[in-house]
Structure formats: C-alpha cells, structure tokens
C-alpha cells in the first residue's frame, strides 16, 4: 500500500453537504503510509462543522478497506482562508454545484408544481404538500419561486425577516420539519419586486446554489404560474425534476393548466401527476358534497397528458384560515384536507399510478 491507494479511498468520501469528493474539495491535507499505520489529516471548512464525526467516521471506513490490518488515524483540522478560498473556486459554477445536489444521481427528489393561471392555489397545494412529506418521515426542503407573490412565509406562520448566514450560504428557515427559503424573507412587506427575465432567474439560481440545504430527500418548488422564466431555468438547472400540475375544475383553468403540462413534455420533464384543487366543498349541514366549480378538470388534464389524478382537495374555509394563521391543514391529517394531501403524499412515496379513462372523464362531467 501507498500513498495514492489511501487517496483513492478517501476519494470516495463524499462531503455530506456538498455531495462532492473530499478529496476533488481539497479537504485532505496530508497523508502518511508505513507499516504500522495509516494517517491523513482531513480539514473542514470550519473547526465546529457539525458533520465532523460523519466525515471522520467515512473516512476511516474507506481507509480500513484498504489499510491491510495497519492502524488507522484521522486527525481533523479547519481550513484556512486560502484552502476555503479555494474550496469556492472548485464551486464557483453555481450550474454544476446545483446539478450535483439535485441532478442525476442525487438522492433528492425534485417536484416542480406549475399551474397554468394564479388563484388556483399552487401555493397551497406546495405548502401541505411539504408539511405531509415531512410528516411521514421525509426531509424535505421547500423553494417559494413565486418570486412576485412570495406566499409560503405567511403559510408556514415565518417572519419575513433576512435569514441568517455561515460561511457565505443561507442558512433556511425551518418549520413543521421544512425548511424553507423565499423572497419574502428579502424584502419590505407591501414592496414590489421589479425584476425582469434575468434577475428572476438569478434569484433561483442563488436559490439553489448558496443555501444549505443539506441532503433532503424532496426540494419542492413553488413555481409561477405560466410558463416564464423561472419555469424554464428549473427545466434547465434540474433536468430530472417531477412537474405536478395543479388546476381547479373548471374548463377555464383546466385548459390553460394543459398548457403548463405540454411545458413539461416540451422540457422533456416528467409529469408526476395532476392536483384538483376546491374540487369540492362538503356542506357541514348534510355532508354532500357540491361541485361548486364544476367537474372533470383534472381529469381531462390527466387523460389527455398521460399521467394521473394524484388527488382532489375539498373547498374549506377552514382550511384556508388554518393557512391564513401559519398552520398548514395537513398537520392534521384527520380533516378531509389534511387527509386528502396526506393521500397525495403517500401516492407520491409508493409511486401508485392511476391513469383516468376517457370513460372516466365523461362519467364525471356527467354527474355534474
């Protein structure tokens, strides 16, 4: 054994955050081989890194493999300022560093949810999307991309307060077991963002690349709707997002909804399924249900995309004050809207597929 046998398996150690090599990030110092042992010296990017006994304990795992019996001995030390300088140089391509975290081959999920006009609560939908996720054991981080109408602070119940830094990267607000990050925590309550085409993406991008995310299994995104720019850099920077589409049932929305879907088919995204939201609303008095939209929306979208229904969210004012107030109705799974996105999220995780006949669109709007 030698010297580049023991960097080779310390190479395959991959930093917990930033998904790369420790080796390829210039975080191994030195390295030792004799008879007796092996050692290297693996800096952090800080002394307190909170992941140092992972990083310790992956590192002498490698080292072990291939050590013939010999003592193993990693010493951890912090980068200087020139090695963390660096360190961002090997990171400066903010489209590779995202591509890493969220492309092919990372262990993140990515659900893009579009919709094709405003009001028809994709915001919503997002938010207790999120908050099921994290319920069943998921950890999940959530982008508001509605960088004109930031919403997901108010939802989540987050001060719009600039999040705090370390090291250069965002450090995201986290509530519910979601951590979350949106322009509504960079400006003025009240104060217009008058961005065009280029800044909207750029602010994705930073989005993306300069918060410490961790290693989520889902990032959801909270698109614009429409079909604009921010919706095209998402098709570009993470090629292997999921779209969810969500509409309301009736044809106005619907009909503009496909467009967002053939967006996805155009990108060559996968189309994870459609979300009907106020589907219906269910009267306290009787509990019938009445379809005050109408019918067949999501189901159309469904059949014609091929793709499926992945849930129908009943109209309920309390829901929408639960939302109002920061608490998000799938917190509590046993009301019909907490437990509709719980369905949604469980469908989500077991990747059921159910694709709706055209017998089952006509059998819908027929009961309308």
């Excluded at 079909?227 to 997002?241: F, H, K, N, R, Y």
């Excluded at 992945?310 to 046993?334: C, T, V, Y």
Aim: with cysteine; proline share 6%.
């Amino acid at each position: 054994m030698n010297v580049d046998d023991a960097r080779n398996a310390l190479a395959t150690v991959r930093d917990p955050e930033l998904r790369r090599s420790i080796v390829e990030l210039g975080m191994v110092r030195d390295i030792i081989v004799d008879d007796l042992h092996v050692a290297a010296t693996v800096v952090l990017t800080t002394a307190a890194c909170p992941l140092r006994n992972q990083i310790r304990a992956e590192a002498e795992k490698a080292l072990a493999a291939v050590a013939g019996g010999r003592r193993i001995e990693i010493s951890l030390g912090a980068m200087t300022a020139d090695e963390r300088g660096d360190m961002a140089g090997r990171l400066t391509a903010r489209g590779h560093f995202v591509k890493t975290m969220f492309g092919p081959g990372s262990c993140t999920r990515t659900l893009a949810v579009v919709s094709g006009k405003g009001g028809v609560g994709k915001s919503t939908v997002t938010a207790n999307l999120a908050v099921a996720l994290a319920q069943m054991g998921q950890a999940v981080a959530l982008i508001d991309a509605d960088v004109y109408g930031p919403t997901i602070p108010l939802m989540f119940g987050l001060p719009a307060v600039r999040p705090a830094s370390h090291e250069g990267k965002i450090v995201p607000p986290e509530k519910y077991g979601v951590k979350v990050i949106s322009m509504g925590f960079f400006v003025d309550e009240g104060e217009p963002v008058l961005w065009r085409g280029p800044m909207l993406s750029r602010a994705l991008e930073q989005f993306l690349g300069d918060v410490l995310w961790g290693s989520p299994d889902f990032l959801l995104i909270d698109l614009p709707p429409g079909t604009g720019d921010i919706a095209l850099t998402v098709a570009q920077m993470i090629p292997t997002a999921e779209m969810i589409v969500v509409t309301t049932p009736q044809e106005a929305a619907s009909k503009v909804a496909i467009k967002a879907a053939r967006m996805a088919h155009s990108t060559k995204h996968t189309i994870l399924g459609v979300v009907e939201n106020m589907s219906y609303f269910i009267c306290p008095n009787c509990e019938e249900r009445h379809h005050i939209f109408g019918r067949g929306g999501a189901f159309e979208i469904a059949r014609t995309m091929e793709t499926r229904l992945l849930g129908r969210i009943p109209l309920d004012e309390a829901a929408r004050r639960a939302g109002d107030a920061g608490a998000p109705s799938a917190l509590n799974a046993d009301t019909p809207v907490g437990r509709a996105f719980h369905d949604i999220a469980r469908s989500i995780l077991t990747d059921e597929v159910h694709v709706p006949p055209a017998s089952a669109v006509a059998a819908d709007k027929d009961r309308h």
